[in-house]
C-alpha cells in the first residue's frame, strides 16, 4: 500500500516529536511537510525543535514552517501548569540546534498550497492547539473540503482534562480555534483522539527502558527528553506509565485499528467559564446508531442530538497492546 501523505502540524514538545519520529521511519505515512504553532514552546522554538529531528533522522528535506505564535482567542487560565516539555520543548536535554532552516512561506500558506496542490489526498494531523488550523480554514474555508481526513489529538470526551479540571492542553490553550476547527464543514467526521486514548494506550517501563538502550536513531535521539518528560508527568501518573499523546495520534493514521472510535456530536466551550476549553461530547446521540428510535422519530433526534454541534470520531478508547508493539519498533525491538 502506498504510504499516506500527511501534513504535521505541532507545536515541538517532547511527544510531538516521538511521533514526528514515527512519521519518518513508518513505511505507512509520507510526512510531506510539517506546520509549527505555539504551544508547548513558541512557533520559532517548536520550529527548531523539528529542525533538530529531520537533521537527525536524514530528512533534511522535508519542508517545515513557522505559524501562529498567538491563539485567536482568549483561554482558561492554566495554574501550576507543569514543565512536562522542559523550556525548550525537548526536555532541556541539550540537544544542539540543526543548521536548517524554515521555508519562508508562512505555515498556512504552505498548507494551502499542498492541499492546492494534491486536492483530496493529504491527511492534516494536528498536534499542538489548532490555531493553525483555524487559520488556514479561515483564510479557505473551502479547505474542509479538500484534505483526505483531518486527525487532531486534542480534548477529553469523558475524561477530566489535563491542566483544568474539564480542558485538554491543546484545546485549552485556543479554545476559539479549536471551536472553529470542530465548526468547519469536514465532508467526513474527523477523528478526535483526546485523553480518552491516549491515557490508555501509554508508554510502560519497558518503552521507556528500551528507549535509553538508544538501539535505532529515534530512541537515541528521544531518551533524554523522554526521561524528562516522564520524570515530571509521574508527579501525576498513577500507575507509572506516561502518555505519549502525539504519537498515537499520528500512529492512528497509518493503523486506525489502534482506536476505538464513535461518531458523535461535538462542541467546544468557549464561554470563560468552569468548562471553558472543554470539548463537550454529547453521548445522548448513542441512541441513534443503537437503531433503538422509531423511524418516524429519528429526524427528530437527529435535531435533538446535533442542532450546533458537529459529527467527530472521537476516540473513546486505545489498543495499549498494539500501540506499544509500534513504539518499540520505533525504539528498536
Ligand atoms: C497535548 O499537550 C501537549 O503538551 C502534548 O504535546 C500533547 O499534544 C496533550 O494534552
Ligand atoms: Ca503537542
Known sequence: M??????LDTDGGVDDCAALWFGLTSPAIEIVAITC????VNAAQAARNVAKVLKAAGRSDIPFSIGADQPLGPGPAIPGDLPVHGSDGLGDAGIPDAALDPTTEPAIELILRLVDARPGELTLVAVGPFTNVALALRSEPSLAGRVRDLVVMGGAAQMPGNVTATSEFNVAKDPTAAAETVAASWPRPPTMVGLDATHQATMGAREL????ERRTPAAAFM???????????SMVSEDGTVPCHDALALMAVAHPE???TEVLP??????????WGMTVV??????LASGSIPADLLGLAQEAFFAGKHPWRVALGADVDGFRARLNELFGR
Open 2 to 7: 502506498d504510504p499516506i501523505p500527511v501534513i
Open 258 to 260: 489502534l482506536l476505538i
Open 282 to 287: 454529547d453521548f445522548r446521540a448513542r441512541s
Open 223 to 233: 531518551a533524554d527528553p523522554l526521561r524528562t518528560y516522564h520524570r515530571i508527568q
Open 266 to 275: 461535538v462542541n467546544v466551550d468557549t464561554g470563560g467559564g468552569a468548562a
Open 37 to 40: 504553532v505555539a504551544g508547548n
Open 209 to 212: 527502558d528500551l528507549v535509553a
